[in-house]
């Protein structure tokens, strides 16, 4: 099994997601697996290949400067775990 | 359950109507349902509002659309305005979203009659269904197996007869390896080609919306519906959209057919499945095809490229699920990353989290050159295979999947289970369109064989597949094997 070059705390710090030590555990093994086919990979010159982001060949895509119709208020408030009135309302972000 | 397009043909006649036709769908998922799990969410009235409205407009005459009557199952991925969309996810397992995705719209423009939501892995990771939040879903063809994923629940109920017509949505194979293992037809249409606004984003540069139908008609006719640019997709491209019945084709005279000399090396291992797809290639060379070997040199790397980009895009794209405007919400006393933190830890299940550590780490500072920028470069080289290829034959057959559908619970192992999408997830990279539709039986268990063609040549692979499908009618050999209809047949012996 490859060596998993992954440091999972800096990581899941970085995704803001926080994961039992079970789970790192768990996913350094698993992920250690899929290195064995990614270390492939780095055997391959690349040096004067462009990257490819996306298939189509398409540039900017620019729409009309115009005002249409977009979700109301209430509508796109309907979902919200917390709100007050007009506003998304979230534990408190600045000390 | 007939063929979508048998049902539009019957209620434009009158023989049957729309309404006879959405309650005869319901019933077979509440037979069967039980056993299966196609669905998360059903909407029976919403379905019956719009069977009515369908039986109406041919009353009065109008033109009810291509759909007419056409029972349809729809992946909970696509967003249904005031019906719960969960992506399989416990995030939002909540969630109404507030408008419908243009698919949607455009399905029930052209008189679509959907009477449900269906079980996927969440956020559409995985390849058997048993990444759902909710439940997993079983394989019509024999339960105590997978449907194949991400796309389960929409291959489950068209195989197991409840609707003719699903529609799933495809990254690295998830309309294609569900379709095989289900016995259906299902195809993934070039990257562009299908509008993914209202579709919840898993890899924004692969997901592709695509029909998972009971014959390769109807597969022609839903594409036709779904396809064609949307000023609401900005990477939606404005090709004109053809009427793909016409690409049917009954014979093969002057066909191209490219063999991937590479795949077939990896399936020799198998004997059942070798000989499976030998048959087919040589149903195609009868059918009048001439088969040429081609080679993908680079598709051997597809596994790893795609296990870079993938869960890269997925780490951005998932970061929006934060407690904040929809969705779970975890907040109990700490301060906002607190609630950031906890409630993804919450809401994401094991594979979800396993992307998103791998798409970050690839994605962050010092190691996105090594992977991310160079599995970008390998695309490249993956999309040059394609074109190497396709300058010597017109369309690639090759087989969807390397096994039919395993057990529930048999690939624990996560790299198992990315395996499964190894001739798959090349023609993903490219962007390129490919199908899977039903090619035999390994045992008591279906198999599909893929084919796949150049950017926007959708109608070159519907119209092989259909010369296939007519010379085969290998879906239609057999019944699949559900408990309420083997105590019924028993019943009634």
Known sequence: ?95 | MTSGHEIREAVLRRERSAAEIADEALARIEAVDSELKAFLTLTPERARARARAVDEAVARGDDPGLLAGVPVAVKDLFCTKGVRTTCGSKILENFVPPYSATVVERLEAQGAVIVGKTNMDEFAMGSSCENSAFFPTRNPWDPSRVPGGSSGGSASAVGARCVPVAVGTDTGGSIREPASFCNVVGIKPTYGRVSRYGMIAFASSLDQAGPMTSDVRDAADVLEVIAGHDPMDSTSVDVPVPHYASSLRDDLKGVRIGIVEEFEESIAGDVAMAALYEAAYAKLRELGAKTVPVRLPHAKYGLATYYLIAPAECSSNLARYDGVRYGLRIADGGDVYAMFEKTRAAGFGDEVKRRIILGTYALSSGYYDAYYVRAQKIRTLMKGDFDGAFAQCDVIACPAVSCPAFELGAKADPVSMYLMDYFTIPMSLAGIPALSVPAGYVGALPVGLQIAAPAFEEGRILGVAHAFEQATKFARLREPLIAADRSRAESRA
């Open chain 1, 1 to 95: 099994m490859a060596e998993i070059p992954i440091d999972i705390a800096h990581v899941s710090k970085l995704a803001r997601l926080a994961l039992t030590d079970r789970e790192a555990a768990a996913f350094s093994a698993q992920l250690g697996k899929l290195f064995d086919y990614i270390k492939e990979l780095q055997a391959l010159d690349v040096e004067h290949v462009h990257p490819t982001a996306q298939v189509i060949p398409l540039r900017n895509v620019f729409r009309d400067d115009v005002i249409t119709a977009s979700l109301d208020q209430a509508a796109a408030l309907a979902n919200a775990p917390d709100k007050d009135g007009a506003y998304f309302k979230t534990p408190r972000i600045l000390e």
